[in-house]
């Protein structure tokens, strides 16, 4: 089993930066890809960004390209995600993501993180 942690969430204005981290424990294998999702009241989870296990490759979503950043760093089995220029839009719950699949499709991702709250006020 892996169990994800997320940390870095919480409330900012619009225009501002947040980074976002996952920290990974358990049976963590530095082969898994990882990924953010996110999740506002009243709407499905929707895919932000994947990164390669070697941090090679990455898929953003049309929505934070050019705003949002992914990086990781398999010595301390944590991903991050750095927001900037946040909209009030990006207002969601933020889920990390982890497993052997590289895929930006939610149900194709085998452990999770309970998720982290941003909000970005207008």
């Known amino acids: 089993q892996v169990q994800l942690v997320e940390s870095g969430g919480g409330l900012v204005q619009a225009g501002g930066s947040l980074r976002l981290s996952c920290q990974a424990s358990?049976?963590?294998?530095?082969?898994?890809?990882m990924g953010w999702f996110r999740q506002a009241p009243g709407k499905e989870r929707e895919f932000v960004v994947v990164i390669s296990w070697n941090g090679g490759v990455t898929v953003y979503a049309d929505s934070v390209k050019g705003r949002f950043t992914i990086s990781r760093d398999n010595a301390k089995n944590t991903v991050y995600l750095q927001m900037n220029v946040l909209k009030p839009e990006d207002t969601a719950v933020y889920y990390c993501?982890?497993?052997?699949?590289?895929?930006?499709?939610?149900?194709?991702?085998?452990?999770w993180g309970q998720g982290t709250q941003v909000t970005v006020a207008s």
């Open positions: 993501a982890s497993g052997p699949t590289y895929t930006t499709q939610a149900a194709r991702f085998s452990y």
């Open positions: 358990g049976r963590t294998s530095s082969s898994y890809h």
